[in-house]
C-alpha cells in the first residue's frame, strides 16, 4: 500500500525549465498539470499521499505566460532531487515523457548552483581546448575526412595533408564506422600517426579525433583504445551513443582528452517550432552537461533546416552562465565553404570552431585550400 | 590526395529505406539525391573518384511514389557494407543527418538476409519470454512501482503485493533512478528479494525489472549488479541510454535477461507526422535490432499523442518479418485503466503485455485491482 503522508529530506534547491506549449486559456492549466505529474510520480494526483511528495517532488508552476493567440510558455521548477545528480535522470524529467506530447518545446533551462556542482562539465571547454591546441587568439579549424570508402591508409594520408596545412582538429567524416574498406582499429592507428608526423614537422599540435561509431566494443573501450593510438579526442553522437555514456566518458580521468559531439539522429528534437528543444538548450547547454568541448551542429545556410537566429541560439547556449560548467567551442559545419569564411567570422566572432569537409576538395588541392583557409582565419587573405 | 578511381570488394546486399519528404515534382529529386549522398559519403558527388564509392557506397534511388499533392516517397538503398554490421552505424546512415533535414520521415525499412544477419536480436522474444514467465496463452501482465518520493521499503512492498496478485513483470517506474528517497542498489534489492518472497508463495515466475537510470555505473555494469541482485531483467530509455548500448548489452551473454525499452525522449521523433521516424519501425523494428524483448510505448487513448493507428503500426513493427529476428511483445502504457482492458484485449490479441501503472491505485486497493487485472485477463471477468 502506499502510505498516507510521506515526509522527504528536500534541500529546497530547484531547477526550471521552460516549456512552449499548444493551448487556448481554457486548456492550458491542464496541459501544465499534466507536465508537472508526468515528468515526475506518474500517479494520479488525487491518489498521492499527503505531504512531501505532493509539495516537493511533483513539478511546480512558476509561471505562465502567452506568447501569442496559440502558444503559451510555461515554466514548471522541479525539486533537484528528481535527478539523482546524474544527467541521463535529468534529461528523463526535462524532456523524457514530455516529449511524446503533442506540441510541447523546452525553451528555457535553469540549473541552481548547488545542481550544477554535480556535473563535471567539459574537461577542455574553450579555454581548454585552445591551451591544448596552442591557439589563443583566433578561430579553431577543423575537418573532416571523408569521403567513405577511401582506405585507411588514403584517409591517413588526407589526415597528414590537412594536419600539415595548418587544421587544428581533424576528424573521421561521422560516417566512417568500422567499415570492410576501412577499419576502425586501423583507421585510427594511421590517422593518429600521420597526424603526429605532420605535428613533427610543423610544430603544432594538431589532434586527431576518430568517430565513436564501429565496432562492438564500448564507448570507453573505444575511447580509451583511441588515446592508445594515438588520437587526441573522440567524436560522439549523442542521440545514438546516448548522453548517458557521453557523461560517463567525459568523467573518466583515464581517458581525459577532448570530446566533440555531433548532431546525427539528433535533428528530430529541433526541426519544429512547435516541438522538441531550442537549439542552444540541446547543442549548447545539454552537451556541456554532458562534458562536450565542441559542439558540431549544421550552419544556416548549408543544405539543412537551421536557420541564422537557430545558429545565434546556439552559440549563445555554449557560453551562457552556467554555474563553473566551461563554455565550448560552437563548431558550425555542413557543407560550409571556403567563400563563406568571413561571413561565418562576422557572425561567430574568434570562439567558434570552423568545420570544412567537402569544401577543401574544390577548386584546387586539398593542401592549397587548408593554406587558404588557414590564411583566412589569420586575416592574411579576404 | 582523393584517388582518381577506386575499386571495392562489394558483396551487393542492399538494404532500402524509405524517406517520405515534403516536395514537389520540382524539387523531389534535388532531395533524394542530397539523402543520397548525405548519409553516406558527405562530399560533392562531381568530386568523388570514379569507381565503386559513387556507383556502390553513394545512396542509391531505387523507387520515388507521390504520396499526396505534397509529399513523396523516395525509396533509396544502401550496401549493407557501410553499416559495417553495427547498430549504430545503421541508424547513422538511415536517419542520423537527415532527422536534421526539413521534413523527412523514415517510413520504410526493409534489411536483406545478408545483413539482418549481423544482428542477434531480441534474446528472448515473445516465446523466450512466454517460456520463462511460465504463461503461454494470455497477454501478460506488467506494473510500475510509483510514485517516486517512496522509499525503497515502500517500492519493494508495492513490488510484493502486484507479483503476490499476478503480476508477470514488475518494473520500476521509468523516473525511479538514485535519488536520495530510494536509491538505485538499495532498491533493486529489496524489490528483487520481495518479488522472489512472492514468487516462493505463489510458484509464479513473476520478474521484476529495475530502471536502467541513475548512478554513475556504465549500462553493462548496472545490468550486470541487477542480476546479482536477483532482478529478472531491465528497463531501458534508449532515447537517453542510446541505441548503441543497448545493443551491446543485449549481446552480452554474461547479463542474458529480458529487455524492455521504455519510449522516453524519443517523442520527438514521432510527434510529426512530417518529420521523424514510423512508429512501428521506431518503437517495433529498430526497438528488435537492438534486442529489446518488450518495447513500452503510449497506448491511443490515454494522455498522449499516439492514435490507434499509430498503435497498430507499432504492433505489426514488434512481428514483421525480420530474417531470424524475434518478435517482440507490443506493451502499451500510459495512463491505462483497468475499465480498458477489454478494448486492449480486442485491439492487440493475447500477444501483448498490459501495462497499467497508476491505474491499479483507484477504487479499491492494489491487492483487489491486481486481482481484478488478472482475472480479466484469464476471461474470469469482464
Given at each position: 500500500m502506499v502510505p498516507n503522508h510521506v515526509t522527504l529530506q528536500i534541500s529546497g534547491h530547484r531547477f526550471h525549465v521552460t516549456y512552449q506549449v499548444r493551448g487556448t486559456v481554457e486548456t492550458v492549466?491542464?496541459?501544465a498539470e499534466a507536465i508537472c505529474v508526468e515528468q515526475t510520480v506518474e500517479f494520479p494526483r488525487d491518489l498521492l499521499p499527503e505531504g512531501d511528495i505532493e509539495a516537493q517532488i511533483v513539478g511546480r508552476v512558476e509561471a505562465?505566460?502567452?506568447v501569442d493567440e496559440a502558444h503559451w510558455n510555461i515554466t514548471i521548477s522541479y525539486a533537484s532531487e528528481v535527478t539523482g545528480g546524474e544527467l541521463g535522470q535529468l534529461i528523463n524529467v526535462v524532456y523524457g515523457n514530455a516529449s511524446i506530447f503533442p506540441s510541447v518545446r523546452i525553451t528555457g533551462l535553469v540549473l541552481p548552483a548547488h545542481l550544477l556542482e554535480s556535473f563535471r562539465g567539459p574537461r577542455y571547454g574553450r579555454e581548454g581546448l585552445r591551451s591544448l591546441l596552442g591557439i589563443h587568439d583566433r578561430p579553431l579549424l577543423c575537418t573532416a575526412l571523408k569521403p567513405m570508402g577511401l582506405s585507411s591508409e588514403e584517409l591517413a594520408s588526407l589526415a597528414y595533408e590537412f594536419a600539415a596545412g595548418g587544421i587544428d582538429i581533424v576528424k573521421d567524416d561521422h560516417g566512417l564506422a568500422n567499415q570492410p574498406f576501412s577499419q576502425w582499429t586501423e583507421r585510427v592507428r594511421l590517422c593518429s600517426s600521420a597526424v603526429a608526423r605532420a605535428n613533427a614537422k610543423t610544430g603544432r599540435n594538431t589532434i586527431y579525433m576518430p568517430s565513436a561509431l564501429g565496432t562492438s566494443m564500448s564507448l570507453q573501450d573505444k575511447a580509451l583504445l583511441a588515446k592508445s593510438h594515438g588520437a587526441g579526442g573522440i567524436l560522439v553522437p549523442p542521440g545514438i551513443v546516448g548522453f548517458d555514456a557521453v557523461s560517463r566518458l567525459a568523467d573518466d580521468d583515464s581517458f581525459g582528452l577532448p570530446i566533440m559531439s555531433h548532431p546525427s539522429f539528433l535533428g528530430s528534437h529541433v526541426t519544429s517550432a512547435e516541438h522538441g528543444i531550442n537549439h542552444g538548450i540541446l547543442f549548447g547547454q545539454l552537451m556541456r552537461l554532458a562534458g562536450i568541448d565542441a559542439s558540431v551542429y549544421?550552419?544556416?545556410?548549408?543544405?539543412?533546416?537551421f536557420t541564422m537566429q537557430d545558429c545565434r541560439d546556439i552559440a549563445d547556449g555554449t557560453a551562457v552562465v552556467m554555474g563553473s560548467i566551461r563554455s565550448i567551442f560552437p563548431t558550425p559545419g555542413g557543407g560550409m565553404t571556403l567563400d563563406r569564411v568571413p561571413e561565418m567570422l562576422q557572425m561567430y566572432g574568434k570562439d567558434v570552431i570552423l568545420l570544412i569537409g567537402g569544401g577543401l576538395f574544390?577548386?584546387?588541392?586539398?593542401?592549397?585550400?587548408?593554406?587558404?583557409f588557414l590564411d583566412m582565419i589569420q586575416g592574411k587573405e579576404q
Open positions: 492549466e491542464a496541459i505562465m505566460h502567452q549544421p550552419n544556416y545556410g548549408g543544405r539543412f533546416s574544390r577548386n584546387g588541392s586539398v593542401t592549397y585550400n587548408t593554406q587558404k
